[in-house]
């Protein structure tokens, strides 16, 4: 069964932290994306990438940076956390240009930031 | 900038009703819709993928309208059961290009009682 993986489901971390989230696909999909859920905001989308190395910012970058250095792992970071960026957050990945973009989701990393 | 919004926001039926969500969205432009079920602190699971030159897509007891000149769209479940509840959201894909990205609604939060 095809899969997207977070290699965290909690976390707990303090102000000023820096944080690394991390999202592992092994579809081959060339698209991966990090959104982030909070109650009445529904997802929000933080940065995108369509290739190795290829990032676009998404609706809510601020505070976020992006690594993608292998076309299986995405990587979201927090350079320093703060208690705003306490949220679910949830990694997709979806086919590349010409194929139906359905996206496949995670199954999201509860960060809790004190 | 597109907007999709989805109506009611909670729905409470008994088991074995035949309901239906509702989806609008602001841009017409639209290359595909795509319908999601998300459990309580999980991902999200793609129901249906309506591309933006069909009119419906069906999945067992799931059926999923598309009326893109009017920016709307249904998803009908049948015989509603308990295993039913969750949140069912719908995303719009605007461009067809590589990499790009879904805009969600909040959500309806479907509660079925036995």
């Known amino acids: 069964d095809v899969k997207v993986t977070q290699s965290s489901r909690y976390l707990v971390k303090r102000t000023g932290e820096k944080v690394f989230l991390e999202c592992v696909q092994d579809?081959?999909?060339?698209?991966m994306f990090w959104y982030r859920q909070d109650p009445g905001l529904g997802l929000r989308l933080i940065y995108f990438?369509?290739?190795?190395?290829?990032?676009e910012k998404g609706d809510i970058p601020e505070g976020y940076s992006v690594s993608r250095e292998k076309k299986e792992r995405f990587s979201l970071i927090l350079e320093s956390a703060s208690t705003n960026q306490t949220s679910m957050y949830l990694c997709?990945?979806?086919?590349?240009?010409?194929?139906?973009?359905?996206?496949?989701f995670g199954a999201g990393s509860r960060l809790t930031v004190l | 900038k597109q907007e999709v919004t989805q109506i009611p926001a909670a729905l409470s039926v008994p088991e074995g009703e035949n309901l239906v969500l509702n989806c609008s969205f602001t841009?017409?432009?639209?290359?595909?819709l795509q319908w999601f079920r998300q459990d309580p602190g999980k991902g999200l699971t793609s129901l249906l993928l309506?591309?933006?030159?069909?009119r419906e897509q069906t999945s067992g007891r799931l059926n999923a309208s598309l009326d893109k000149s009017s920016g709307r769209s249904t998803l009908y479940i049948a015989a509603s059961q308990p295993g039913d509840s969750a949140t069912y959201l719908c995303?719009?894909?605007?461009?067809?290009?590589?990499?790009?990205?879904?805009?969600f609604g909040k959500g309806t939060t479907l509660s079925v009682s036995s």
């Open positions: 309506i591309q933006s030159s069909q």
């Open positions: 995303a719009v894909s605007s461009q067809d290009q590589a990499g790009t990205a879904l805009i």
């Open positions: 579809m081959d999909h060339e698209n």
């Open positions: 997709a990945s979806s086919p590349g240009r010409g194929r139906a973009n359905v996206l496949t």
């Open positions: 841009d017409s432009a639209i290359y595909n």
């Open positions: 990438s369509y290739d190795v190395k290829m990032k």
